[in-house]
């Protein structure tokens, strides 16, 4: 069965400040996919990154990085120089590539809550 | 254009009534999805709908029923409405099934249900 820990339940920091969000999943697959996912206090969900089990390359976007660690089954996700606007809940996800039955979709972790203070 | 769009935003409910959910994509997407997230933003996966195929999550209640009269359409009734049922319920859709390794699924902007 897959699943996703995210520990942290919700993180302050002072603006400018930089921030990491820990995501670890657990799947038995080879093949499976990693997102992140911001939902804002208006509560639309907002699609961040995917990546494969087969790519293990760190991704930076923007402020935005992602450090994929396979050997540790880890997904984190880190803000440089937080702003206000990044005040979410923050969502790790995973999906294996075959279910193996029951619903497909994404399982996700129960979310972080970022609050950046100004 | 909407991706995913879901109506009502907001629902406010007695116990014991019938209500239904719209979603609609225009992504040409061939499998939906409806989620719920409860009041401390945990999110679960209620049903999967693809090519006429339902899978369903074994603990969702059979008060609530998945009916999607085409594909691009994934409308979610629920019955006899209970207090516990108040949550944000968000529908999606992915370009095929298999976990939504195609894509990243796209999020309808979530219906509030609240039952009184």
């Known amino acids: 069965a897959q699943k996703v820990t995210q520990a942290q339940t919700e993180i302050s920091v002072v603006e400018k400040e930089d921030v990491t969000l820990d995501c670890v999943y657990e799947?038995?697959?080879?093949?499976?996919?990693l997102f992140w996912y911001k939902q804002p206090p208006s509560g639309e969900l907002v699609f961040l990154i995917r990546?494969?089990?087969?790519?293990?390359q760190n991704e930076i976007s923007g402020r935005y990085s992602w450090n994929f660690q396979k050997s540790t089954s880890s997904f984190n996700f880190t803000i440089t120089a937080s702003q206000v606007v990044d005040s979410a809940v923050y969502f790790c996800?995973?999906?294996?590539?075959?279910?193996?039955?029951?619903?497909?979709?994404?399982?996700f972790g129960k979310g972080t809550h970022l609050i950046i203070q100004p | 254009d909407t991706a995913v769009s879901q109506t009502p935003k907001y629902l406010v409910t007695q116990m014991g009534n019938d209500k239904s959910i719209k979603c609609e994509q225009n992504?040409?997407?061939?499998?939906m999805y409806w989620y719920k997230q409860d009041s401390k933003k945990f999110l679960k996966i209620m049903f999967s709908?693809?090519?006429?195929?339902?899978?369903i999550n074994e603990t969702v209640p059979n008060r609530f029923s998945p009916k999607s009269p085409d594909k691009a359409h994934l409308n979610l009734h629920i019955n006899s409405l209970e207090l516990g049922d108040s949550a944000v319920y968000f529908c999606?859709?992915?370009?095929?099934?298999?976990?939504?390794?195609?894509?990243?699924?796209?999020f309808g902007n979530g219906t509030r249900l609240t039952v009184t």
């Open positions: 709908y693809n090519n006429k195929e339902l899978i």
């Open positions: 799947t038995r697959d080879t093949t499976y996919y």
């Open positions: 996800a995973l999906s294996e590539a075959y279910s193996g039955g029951g619903a497909d979709g994404l399982t």
């Open positions: 990546r494969n089990s087969f790519d293990e």
């Open positions: 999606a859709s992915s370009p095929g099934p298999g976990g939504a390794y195609n894509s990243p699924l796209h």
């Open positions: 992504l040409g997407h061939d499998t």
